[in-house]
Every structure is written in C-alpha cells, then in structure tokens.
C-alpha cells in the first residue's frame, strides 16, 4: 500500500484534491496508466474533475448561493428548456453547485463507477433501499444507524420486509447488505463470496465500503451492485462533515440513481 495513505485518510469532498497537490507534484511526470483499473493517484484525484474547473483553484471555492442567475437566449428572452442538473450550467444548489458536482466527479473516477453524493450516509442508504426495493434484507451485525434505517423504510412501504442472516438461503428479490470491514469490530467479510451466492439466487449485493475507502477496497471488482460510503467517515476524516455516496458501475443506473432517488 502507498506509504503516503496518512494523506488521503482525512479527505472531504470540499478539499478532496487540495490534499493532495503535494503528491501530485511528487507524481505529475509518470507515465500514464494503460489500463482502466481505479488507481488513487495524485494525479487522478487533482485532475479527475478538469472538465468542471473553470479557473486554476485546486479546491472548488464553497458557495452559499442557493440560485444561479439564468442565461438568456440570444434574443435577450429566458431560456425555457434548461436542465437543472447539467453539472456545467447550476441553477439551484439543491441540484448541482461545484462542491457536490467536481466532488462526485472525483469520488466516480477513485471509486471506478459512478458516484453520487447525499447528505449523511444514512441518506444514501435509505436511497438504496427505496432503489433496490427489496424482499427481505440479509445482513449480519454492522452499524447500528443502519438497522435503524431499515425501521423507518418499513415504516414507509406496505408489507413485511424480513431480515435473514448473511448466511441464510437466499432468495430472489433479497438484497445482500454487506458491510466490511464491519463497524466497529473491523471484521472483514469475503466480498467475492456473498456476490456469487447472491446473484446465484437471484438477488443484488450493496456493500458498505465506508471502512475501506480507495485503494484500500474496490468492491466492484468482486462483484458489488452498488457500493456505499459514509463520508464522514474517512472520506471527511475532520470530524467537521456529514456526507453519504453511493456508487453504482453503469452510467445508466447513476442517471437512475440521480433522477428518482436523490431528492427531488
């Protein structure tokens, strides 16, 4: 592992590549990868977002703008067709603004999937439980914020939604939660394992990934349908920052994601 870890364990998504320019000048001149394999790299975590940055800031500045002002035709008259969440054109912060947007846009290219940010991780898992919509939940131990999560979402859907171990038989329809390393034992859980039997069955598998960030783990080379990360955990290691992501591997699912399952 890269013996310089200690500079990305207390990143946040308002200084995700800011903490990193001292690597980065360190690794500027290598060679570029040939492979598509999700690296943590300076250059990668400085560079991920060029297609946002406008300027030559490193960090996105934190704006409280709620609006932006709208652009106008050529006619001088308002644009009727605009599209609130096309990250190069913000028009209301609850969309995009450019912390969330270049934050996402990093935390996709570390991750190598698609990412999407929320408010807390318990935000982002209640998001993937209304996306999956499960039959029963298999899940053993892990963070107790999440069980009661699970509480509210029963609360919220009609019929039962039973929850098995992680080693019960599974069925169609289940959702595998796995969360490894576990909080707080730091148990480690066989990621490749409850992928294969879960989709033998017929179900999905999130894993919360939270206690393993990038390049200590990347689940979707094991087989994840989506991956989960409480950012204010190591992702906002401050102690000044409530953060969730989820990551889904396809374009497709993140547009998904984005349109029906992140308010509004």
């Given at each position: 592992m890269d013996a310089r870890w200690w500079q990305y364990s207390s990143l946040t998504p308002s200084n995700l590549a800011a903490t990193l320019a001292l690597a980065h000048n360190r690794r500027c001149n290598m060679a570029p990868q040939t492979d598509q394999k999700p690296r943590l790299t300076g250059t990668e975590l400085i560079h991920g977002d060029d297609e946002l940055v406008h300027g030559a800031e490193v960090a996105p500045s934190i704006s409280v703008t709620s609006t932006f002002r709208a652009p106008l035709s050529p006619d001088g008259?308002?644009?009727?067709?605009?599209?609130?969440?096309?990250?190069?054109?913000?028009?209301?912060?609850?969309?995009?603004?450019?912390?969330?947007?270049?934050?996402?846009?990093v935390l996709s290219k570390i991750n190598g999937g698609f990412a999407i940010t929320y408010a807390s991780g318990l935000a982002a898992s209640y998001a993937a439980l209304v996306y999956f919509h499960p039959k029963r939940i298999a899940i053993t131990g892990g963070y107790p914020g999440f069980h009661n999560t699970i509480d509210v979402y029963k609360r919220s859907r009609s019929g039962d939604l039973p929850l098995i171990g992680l080693d019960d038989e599974l069925q169609p329809g289940d959702l595998c939660w796995l969360e490894t390393p576990l909080?707080?034992?730091?148990?480690?859980?066989?990621?490749?394992?409850?992928?294969?039997?879960?989709?033998a069955a017929g179900g999905k598998l999130i894993v919360d990934s939270t206690f393993a960030p990038p390049p200590l783990q990347y689940p979707f080379k094991w087989g994840a349908d989506m991956?989960?990360?409480?950012?204010?955990?190591?992702?906002?290691?401050?102690?000044?920052?409530?953060?969730?992501?989820?990551?889904v591997p396809t374009e497709a699912e993140w547009k998904i994601v984005r349109d029906r399952y992140r308010f509004p």
């Amino acid at each position: 592992m890269d013996a310089r870890w200690w500079q990305y364990s207390s990143l946040t998504p308002s200084n995700l590549a800011a903490t990193l320019a001292l690597a980065h000048n360190r690794r500027c001149n290598m060679a570029p990868q040939t492979d598509q394999k999700p690296r943590l790299t300076g250059t990668e975590l400085i560079h991920g977002d060029d297609e946002l940055v406008h300027g030559a800031e490193v960090a996105p500045s934190i704006s409280v703008t709620s609006t932006f002002r709208a652009p106008l035709s050529p006619d001088g008259s308002l644009q009727e067709d605009i599209d609130f969440r096309n990250p190069q054109r913000h028009v209301y912060s609850r969309y995009t603004q450019s912390v969330s947007t270049r934050a996402e846009r990093v935390l996709s290219k570390i991750n190598g999937g698609f990412a999407i940010t929320y408010a807390s991780g318990l935000a982002a898992s209640y998001a993937a439980l209304v996306y999956f919509h499960p039959k029963r939940i298999a899940i053993t131990g892990g963070y107790p914020g999440f069980h009661n999560t699970i509480d509210v979402y029963k609360r919220s859907r009609s019929g039962d939604l039973p929850l098995i171990g992680l080693d019960d038989e599974l069925q169609p329809g289940d959702l595998c939660w796995l969360e490894t390393p576990l909080n707080p034992t730091g148990e480690a859980r066989d990621i490749k394992y409850y992928a294969d039997k879960v989709h033998a069955a017929g179900g999905k598998l999130i894993v919360d990934s939270t206690f393993a960030p990038p390049p200590l783990q990347y689940p979707f080379k094991w087989g994840a349908d989506m991956v989960l990360h409480s950012g204010t955990k190591y992702f906002g290691g401050h102690s000044d920052l409530l953060s969730g992501v989820l990551v889904v591997p396809t374009e497709a699912e993140w547009k998904i994601v984005r349109d029906r399952y992140r308010f509004p």
